[in-house]
């Protein structure tokens, strides 16, 4: 699998009210052969010894499943593989779309903005991204929010301190992209 390591974009979510309920990074660790997510978010840039194969924390639980017939079984390939880890957006714009679709679907999830009301009702979903965007750009951002479970999509070529006058009282979510800047410590 091939997976392009990108400087990880800021990703922020609002409720109906305004209120940031989420603040997380665009970074994903997968595992390369079959593609299955181990991390996402800033849990991957707060341990990033738990993704590094030679990191002695990693070392350290090699060594116990190796002696365990269980977590052998549960985890014994995951210890013995190496860990990409990068970001699926570039500039704050989707690079990597199948990647997307699943932080982002963990994201909002993670947000809990609905509970109970998402797995009823399609939120409608705006989107803020500070950069310009090509239509092929645009289009696949409105791919990824669909997939993840919108109703509608409304996308904003501004950041959300710009726009937040401007958008409409029925859209429950809105997803803030903010892509890493030279002088951003992000």
Known sequence: MR???????????YNKEGRMVLEELSLVAMLPHDGSIVGMGKEVRENPESFDK????????????????VLL???????NTVVLVGSPLKNGTIAEL??????FMYFVHKAKVFKLFYKFFKPRIAVCVPVEQ???????LRDVMLSIGAKDVLIFE???IDVVQDIPSKYGIVIEIIPKQQNNPL
């Open 3 to 13: 997976f392009t390591k990108y400087s990880p974009s800021a990703i922020k979510i």
């Open 134 to 140: 090509t239509d092929v750009e645009t289009t696949a």
């Open 73 to 79: 079984k549960k985890y014994g390939e995951f210890v």
């Open 98 to 103: 199948e990647i997307s679709k699943r932080m």
């Open 158 to 160: 501004k950041p959300y």
């Open 54 to 69: 030679d990191s002695p924390k990693r070392l350290e639980m090699k060594e116990k499943v190796m002696n365990d017939p």
